[in-house]
């Protein structure tokens, strides 16, 4: 049986029929698709085609070994549940726009040159801001329309560093890269944008909250991943990607504190959570790669199942900000307990899936000896608990009674966030299957006296920290606000500069005209004085005036030459 | 608080399912302030308990720092702690109104 078709074309191909059906048809035929994707993948033998010599170049369009079949299994079941949560959705922009980012994602991932994966990349680009788009709201149009900016300033950097590339070593091929030219710091840029690097992050926090109930989820599995896979490929060892992931898991949660929209506070653990794969990748060993693919594969899961729960609470109560909410728990218990299960594998709780894969990572680096990196992870460990596994359930469930009395989730949504909820206690429980998918040979136990009691100590005294804090009054309560990040460069201070300069720019212009009105006025009436009517250069006695040009062309050349 | 604000997103529909508390409903357990103060004690023991567990086992570590008694513990509170307050400051230069990029 051949089943040697491009893995990601499936979905793209696949989503042209989407907005023509209709009713029932179409979410199941959407959730076909996947599950067909997965079954294909199962039987895919590992090696490569559809090659294809275009221009002296050998582009791979497929290329199926062990790094890109895991991810390629996660964003199919990713693409999966999030046809299932938007079960009830009639908008067929969106869901025609998720199918392909989907399959554009899992095309990128199995393209086995840089071209091949710059078409893809493109495409997850655009996808993707149709998706955010589809809130049809005046703040989703203006992050989509950023959104978009930075998406091609890093396919921009990307295309440019593969042509610097192929020039350098006369190859396409996507293998491992690293920085010591300037295309591959310039591949990396590109891969960073898309993975939220410090100050390149912003898209993220704009973005995502503001995409509808159904599109965030699908936003939260792809794109940031997508690029987690391609630096895995690329700059796997690399180590200034320690330093950046460290700073990646750091920052975020200082935010995630202060911010009051949910979902905005979900978007900044999820970068603190990509700053832990890119650190791992950055360590390079064979653990330490295991560790941010296993983790990237468990937090697609618990990621979209939190982006999940609090679309149910804004479907159900048309917000998801901390300072309305408050007291859901007593009618939506479901989406509670699902929550909390979430918050808990994000966390890193035993018996949940973080543990067993962010474990890895975190053991990778004190065993390579990064003592201030291994800190550093394991203080937004801390953090990630405090804001993702205590802040959120606390704030929408429980905390003040808002007097809101929501109706549960649908069914579907209630479904959707079952399955996930339940891969996430799987893969908690029995991590071998995971393990077994993992692009090295695993030598790791995740469940020893030492790794439970210390993480259980770590998570347990951060939630007394947060009870403490809670109790004395001494946490910062949930107020309707802004956070400024980094984004206010673009949004406010950017533009106030070229106000600024734009006004200086009139300014000067103003003043040069003027300079020129009166220069000229001043010009004509010396030319008048001279060469007017009465002017003594104007009078018919042509010696004269040849011989006041000879001394004046005579001295200016003696002026010139005598030096 | 009783006051509804408008659906942020569209949603039209959200505000036709999400009524508001009645007089008769039953309150829940976390509704009784002693609970919150049981909870409270339950992390201190569970904390407590943690804590002394350190005595028996043998904790394989890499960092000297790591066999400090309790100190993953120590170490989860103290951080968690600066965290909040650091956040807390950050607050006052960040935070702005709601509105501020609508503007």
Redesign the interface.
Known sequence: MTVEFPPGLLLILGAIAVPLLRGRARPIYMLALPLLGIYQLILLETGSFGTVSAFGFEMTHVRVDRLSLIFGYIFYIAAAIGVIFAWHSDDRIEQTAAMVYAGATIGAVFSGDLISLFIYWELTAVTAVFVIWSARTKRAYGAGIRTLIVYMLSGMLLVVGTALHASETGSIAFEHIGIDSLAGVLIMLGFGIKCAFPFLHNWLQDAYPEASVTGTVFLSSFTTKLAVYALARGYAGTEMLIWIGAAMTAFPIFYAVIENDLRRVLAYSLNNQLGFMVAGIGIGTTLAINGAVSHAFAHILYKSLLFMTMGAVLYRTGTAKGSELGGLHKTMPWTTGFCIVGGAAISGVPLFSGFVTKSMILTAAAEEGYLIVFLVLLFASAGVFHHSGIKIPFFAFFAHDSGKRPKEAPLNMRLAMGITAFLCIAIGVYPAPLYALLPFPVDYVPYTTSHVVTMLQLLAFSALAFATLQRFGLYPPELRSTVLDFDFSYRRLLPWLWRRLEAAGMALHGLAWRGLEVGSARAIRAAQRHHGPRGILARTWPTGSMAIWAAALLGGALLVYFR | ??E????????DH??D??????AD?RP?W??DKRNAHK??WA??V??AV??L??AF???????DF?NWF?F??????????A??????E??K??????????R
């Open positions: 608080m009783t509804t604000p408008p659906p942020e997103h569209g949603l959200a505000s399912h999400a009524s508001e508390a009645r409903e829940s976390f509704d909870l409270f992390v201190v569970l904390c943690l804590f567990a350190d086992y043998h904790k394989h570590v890499v960092f790591e309790g993953f513990g120590l170490f989860g509170f103290s951080v968690s702690f965290l909040v307050l650091v956040s807390r950050l607050r230069i960040l935070m702005r109104d709601e509105d501020y990029y609508d």
